[in-house]
Each structure stands twice: as structure tokens, then as C-alpha cells.
């Protein structure tokens, strides 16, 4: 736009004399207030989040649940990237597949239908130390628990077991001292898988895509809470709700993300992770986008929120 003096051509010429030079424009469209909060895609404030410092010691390990019973969602795109922006950070990150289906450990490169030992094997008391199961990643400082489909059958054969929605705290108890954090992929469901992952939890985030039906679930997701704090856990905390396949050009995305902030408030990460074709690039290329596409927005947003969430666990 260019900047002029007199008035704009549909504003009706000055009735007065007309050798007069015409006034500025008071209305003029105003550059904006000198000082106006930066808002962010969620129609807040946005933060600046700090540069975490870094450790000097390390663990004991919270225990994250990425949680959500609706597949598809971004649960394992967030665990793996999440987890690798974590390590980045120079903390030490442990992720475990708790879904039979194996993406996590897809996405990492690992082989899940060729395993030796599998998380599943833990589960079922198979193999007794996890560092057998333990598997490094091509990122620094990230490990996994490796899953397979056989992990479906310990759903049903779990269910005699004595302590049977305790299986994961007692399979990571051992190694929670060497961990910072330990992010645990859930199944899209809320079976007893995904119950001995909120018992094992001292958090959770839930990944929402931002469409219409999104919080549909959102309700039965909370009973499930409820009941697992009242009887199994009574510390789990909802560490925050993460908005997923955003896409800011559409009003129907931006319509589901102020709902979200509506109903759950700063429950809701500032950080909003953005649909783009480089998240399924990566899983097929095996590594987190943060190291596949390094500057990419998805990678930038991903180390936003490991600073968003490590801000958080600091402050409560
Ligand atoms: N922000 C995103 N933009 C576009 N595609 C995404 C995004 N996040 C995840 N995906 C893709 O969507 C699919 C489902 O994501 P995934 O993380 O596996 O969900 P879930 O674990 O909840 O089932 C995958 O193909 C993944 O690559
Ligand atoms: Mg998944």
C-alpha cells in the first residue's frame, strides 16, 4: 500500500473552499497499536519459552502418557518428536510403544515385526530386565521399549494377572533413575493397555486433531481419568492438550482450536503443531522430522513444545 497525504478517491471532496489542501485522513487505516501482544494460534498470548537449562544430574523419569482413544491423531508423531526434541535438550528420554500395532518403532527405524524381545515380553514377565528389551535410536540420548502386534494378546492375557493394570510402573520402575523423561505411546483405545499406561503416568498429554469430532471423545477420556485416579493413581495429572494437523488458512480449523481453548483453558499447549506433508515423509524415512527435515516448521514446532512442557513440569 502506499502511503499518501490527502484523502482516499471514494472519500467525498471537503465542501469547502476547494485551493484548500485536503486534511490528512484521521480515519486512515492505523499501522496497528505500537505495543500489542503477540497473539498465538490459540487466540492467546503467546509466551516466550525459555531455553531450558541444562542438567547436571539425571532422573528420576516422569512419566508421560501421549493419550488419546482416537487413532490417528498425532500420538506417535508427537511421542517420537517430542521425545527427540527432549533429548536435544540434553535430556535423557526413554519411549515406549505400548501400541500393538508398532508404529513408534516403525517410525525409529526399528524392524517391529522382526523382534527377538518386544515391551510384550516385559509385560508377561518373559524377560525380566528391561535393559534386554532396551533399544538405542539414531538420536542421541533417545531409547526405546520396541513393540509388536504380539503386545495384542497381552491385553487378554493379562486380565487373570494379580496387579494386572501395574505391569508397566513395575517394568519401568527399574530404569526410572536413568531417565529424565519416559514418554509411553498409547493404543488408540482404552483397554488395559492403555490403563496400566495411566497407571504407570505421572502426566499425560492428549493430541487433538483439529477437526469437527475432536472432542467428541474427549468425555469418555476423562471418566477413564477419573477412574484411574480414584482407584490406580490418584497424582495423574493432565499435563496439557496438544491441537494437531492445524491448518491456520481454514476457518474450521481455527473455529475447533478456540472451542478447545473454551472448554479446557491453558490446559491447551500454546504450541499448535501445523498439518504438513513432512510427518508422514519421516515416518517412512524412519527418523524424527527433527532430524529429517531439521528446519522445518514441524521440527520447530516440536522443540516449542519441549520447551512449553519443560516449562510446565518446572512451574508444578
Ligand atoms: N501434523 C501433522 N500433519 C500431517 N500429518 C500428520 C501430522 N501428524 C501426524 N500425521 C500423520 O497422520 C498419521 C497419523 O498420525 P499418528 O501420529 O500415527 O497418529 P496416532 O498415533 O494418534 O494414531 C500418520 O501418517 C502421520 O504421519
Ligand atoms: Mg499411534
Same mark, same amino acid.
Not at 6 to 9: E, G, I, V
Not at 24 to 35: D, E, H, K, L
Not at 246 to 250: E, F, K
Given at each position: 500500500m502506499t502511503e499518501t497525504t490527502?484523502?482516499?478517491?471514494a472519500e467525498p471532496a %471537503?465542501? +469547502? +473552499? %476547494?485551493a484548500m489542501p485536503a486534511p490528512?485522513?484521521?480515519?486512515?487505516?492505523?499501522?496497528?497499536? %505500537?505495543?500489542a501482544p503477540v497473539l498465538g494460534p490459540t487466540g492467546r498470548p503467546l509466551p516466550s519459552f525459555p531455553e531450558p537449562p541444562a542438567l547436571v544430574d539425571h532422573g528420576p523419569a516422569r512419566v508421560v502418557a501421549l493419550c488419546?482413544?482416537?487413532?490417528?491423531?498425532g500420538k506417535t508423531t508427537t511421542t517420537i518428536n517430542l521425545g527427540a526434541a527432549l533429548a536435544e535438550c540434553g535430556r535423557r528420554v526413554l519411549l515406549v510403544?505400548?501400541?500393538?500395532?508398532g508404529a513408534l518403532s516403525v517410525g525409529l527405524g526399528i524392524d517391529a515385526h522382526n523382534l527377538d524381545r518386544s515391551v510384550y515380553d516385559l509385560v508377561m514377565g518373559? *524377560?525380566?530386565?528391561v535393559e534386554d528389551v532396551l533399544t538405542k535410536t539414531n538420536v542421541p540420548g533417545l531409547d526405546l521399549l520396541p513393540s509388536s502386534i &504380539?503386545?495384542?494378546a497381552a491385553e487378554i492375557q493379562l486380565v487373570?494377572? *494379580?496387579?494386572r493394570e501395574h505391569a508397566l510402573q513395575r517394568i519401568l520402575r527399574p530404569v526410572l533413575?536413568?531417565? &529424565?523423561v519416559v514418554l509411553v505411546d498409547c493404543?488408540?483405545?482404552?483397554?488395559l493397555l492403555t490403563v496400566n499406561a495411566l497407571t504407570a503416568a505421572h502426566g499425560l498429554i492428549v493430541p487433538l486433531e483439529c477437526? $469437527?469430532? %475432536?472432542?467428541?471423545?474427549v468425555a469418555l477420556l476423562q471418566e477413564t481419568i477419573e477412574k484411574v485416579r480414584e482407584?490406580?493413581?490418584?497424582?495423574?495429572?493432565? &499435563?496439557g492438550l496438544l491441537a494437531t494437523m $492445524? &491448518?491456520?488458512? +481454514?476457518v474450521h480449523s481455527r473455529e475447533v482450536l478456540a472451542r478447545l481453548v473454551d472448554a479446557f483453558g491453558d490446559k491447551v499447549f500454546h504450541t499448535v503443531i501445523s498439518r504438513t506433508v513432512r510427518f508422514p515423509e519421516t515416518t517412512v524415512a524412519g527418523v524424527p522430522i527433527i532430524v529429517h527435515?531439521?528446519?522445518?516448521p514441524g521440527a520447530t514446532a516440536y522443540r516449542q513444545l519441549a520447551r512449553e512442557v519443560l516449562a510446565r513440569w518446572d512451574g508444578g
Open positions: 490527502s484523502a482516499p478517491a %471537503a465542501p +469547502t +473552499t %476547494a490528512a485522513p484521521s480515519a486512515a487505516p492505523a499501522p496497528g497499536p %505500537a505495543i488419546n482413544q482416537k487413532g490417528g491423531v510403544d505400548f501400541d500393538p500395532q518373559h *524377560v525380566g530386565h &504380539d503386545l495384542s487373570p494377572e *494379580v496387579g533413575g536413568d531417565y &529424565d493404543q488408540p483405545s482404552l483397554g477437526e $469437527y469430532f %475432536a472432542l467428541r471423545g482407584r490406580l493413581n490418584e497424582g495423574l495429572q493432565i &499435563d $492445524y &491448518d491456520g488458512r +481454514t527435515a531439521p528446519n522445518s
